[in-house]
């Protein structure tokens, strides 16, 4: 029987984005234990570099916020604003790939619609070869890797 991969050698990181936070709603959460699908180096330096699906790479802060400010450990990524070329996140499904450059890794960011083909997928590839599970809290978001 094949183990699911553990969150730190996934692949891919999707998630539910939900209503999002900051002014123009590029800000999404995670709990440290998922934040442990991010690099060292990117947790360590609290900033990631995310490259968008029309090629254009960001350097964004991943910023730990620890439990003072919540009733958990939280890490939050700023995703590339729409003033940036970022897509609207809210309500939609993002998900973070891997990709090597160098010695380093940067990350991916393709949103597809909550249900759609392209998520369903996400989520039943997953399913199938990694994990899928919730956040916690009322209104959880689902969320998996690979």
Excluded: C
Excluded at 30 to 38: K, L, Q, S, T, Y
Excluded at 92 to 104: A, D, P
């Amino acid at each position: 029987m094949m183990m699911p991969v553990q969150i730190n050698d996934a692949q891919y990181l999707w998630i539910e984005a939900g209503a999002m936070s900051g002014g123009p709603r590029h800000q999404t959460e995670f709990a440290d234990d998922v934040a442990e699908f991010f690099d060292d180096d990117t947790r360590e330096m609290e900033l990631i570099n995310v490259r968008l699906p029309d090629g254009s790479i960001h350097v964004r802060p991943f910023t730990y916020r620890g439990g003072e400010h919540h009733w958990t450990e939280i890490w939050r990524i700023s995703l590339p604003t729409a003033s940036m070329g970022g897509p609207d996140y809210q309500h939609r499904v993002i998900r973070f790939s891997k990709v090597r450059l160098g010695r380093g890794l940067l990350y991916d960011v393709e949103v597809a619609d909550a249900g759609s083909p392209e998520a369903s997928a996400w989520e039943q590839d997953a399913s199938s070869k990694g994990t899928v599970s919730h956040t916690g809290g009322a209104g959880g978001r689902s969320y998996g890797w690979r």
